[in-house]
């Protein structure tokens, strides 16, 4: 045993390997030190627990650890299991980064797509939201963040065509007219080759076949209250009036707002910076597909098109895994059952 500085040490040796040691491993070397040493310079076990605010149970396991590794058994030691029995198989693993990686979608439409895929491959158990969160933090796919969510009274309109909801959002310059549906959130999307009044209408009688209630949109010129071409539109086209969303509240069209992010997301790892208008309208019609017929909404219960006309696309899942080139989801049965 030997003194330097004031500070007891068992062990000439533990001098230098301590200067490189978390501030905790020295707090506990310290306790150690002082339990183990003689009079006139050790403590009670007591009081070397209230040193490093430890019980005796802890102080005991600490000094065993200590006389068995040396200093680095005062060290944290990992609390991970060495075996993990209910580990996902690594089949289930693979097919939740494929999808991530052939449409850039969260946790939440990544385990919806892969539960379609095990279930018509006749494989028990489920995928859940949280374990596709975590293997994709572990895989490096996404980052852990959290996420300060305010609660927002939600409001909708009663029933599908009652309200549908316009507005022009732009990707890589090229201009892409969104509409949806503010009952069902049943979503719509058209690339157009300008923003013009006369091009957004002719865009809007496209994506929206039939008469409906009434339109929100946002000021911008192409709905602007003193347009001509709008005017007409709606006087042909909606069955009672056009509604304006109020300045610096974006929240008024909120959900035609997720819809576009979800949309951009989704193009932009698809096609990065292309502005082919073409492309962009063909994997708009894929997302679409997605969106209507496999997104399930919380905030409704359903998918968008179960409420707005009833009439579910059945293909949704083989239309997108063959535009994706995910056929291969389907051998993923041959992974077992991965029910936990």
Not at 19 to 34: D, I, L, M, S, T
Not at 68 to 84: D, H, M, N, V, Y
Not at 119 to 139: E, F, K, M
Not at 178 to 198: I, N, P
Request: charged share 30%.
């Amino acid at each position: 045993m030997i003194v330097v500085q004031g500070e007891i040490y068992l062990d000439e040796g533990h001098v230098e390997p301590l200067k490189g040691e978390p501030e905790y491993v020295k707090e506990r070397y310290r306790a150690v030190a002082r339990t183990l040493a003689q009079k006139p310079f050790g403590i009670t076990r007591k009081a070397a627990a209230n040193l490093i605010c430890k019980s005796l149970r802890q102080l005991y396991r600490i000094v065993r650890r200590f006389l068995s590794k040396g200093i680095e058994g005062l060290r944290f030691e990992s609390r991970r299991p060495k075996t993990i029995n209910n580990r996902t198989p690594k089949e289930i693993e693979d097919c939740i980064l494929a999808v991530r990686k052939a449409t850039g979608f969260g946790p939440e439409p990544v385990s919806t797509i892969v539960n379609e895929s095990l279930a018509r491959s006749g494989v028990p158990g489920r995928v859940y939201q949280s374990l596709t969160y975590n293997i994709l933090v572990r895989r490096g796919e996404i980052e852990r963040e959290k996420r300060n969510r305010k609660e927002w009274k939600r409001f909708e309109w009663g029933h599908p065509n009652r309200l549908i909801q316009a507005d022009l959002t732009y990707f890589n310059g090229v201009p892409i007219l969104t509409m949806e549906d503010d009952h069902a959130r049943k979503g719509w999307a058209l690339a157009l080759k300008d923003q013009f009044d006369t091009t957004v209408v002719e865009g809007m009688k496209t994506l929206v076949r039939e008469k409906y209630d009434n339109l929100l949109t946002d000021n911008g010129s192409q709905f602007s209250r003193k347009n001509a071409v709008i005017r007409k539109y709606c006087e042909e086209c909606i069955n009672e009036k056009h509604i304006w969303a109020s300045i610096h509240h974006p929240q008024t069209l909120g959900k035609l707002s997720a819809y576009q992010k979800g949309l951009k997301r989704f193009l932009r790892h698809r096609l990065g910076n292309s502005r082919n208008r073409a492309e962009i309208n063909k994997w708009a019609s894929v997302y679409n597909i997605w969106y209507n017929n496999g997104r399930h909404h919380s905030s409704i219960g359903t998918v968008p098109e179960a409420r707005y006309s009833g009439n579910l696309d059945q293909s949704w899942f083989t239309k997108i895994t063959r535009a994706l080139k995910l056929e291969n989801l389907y051998a993923v049965a041959q992974g077992g059952d991965i029910s936990p």
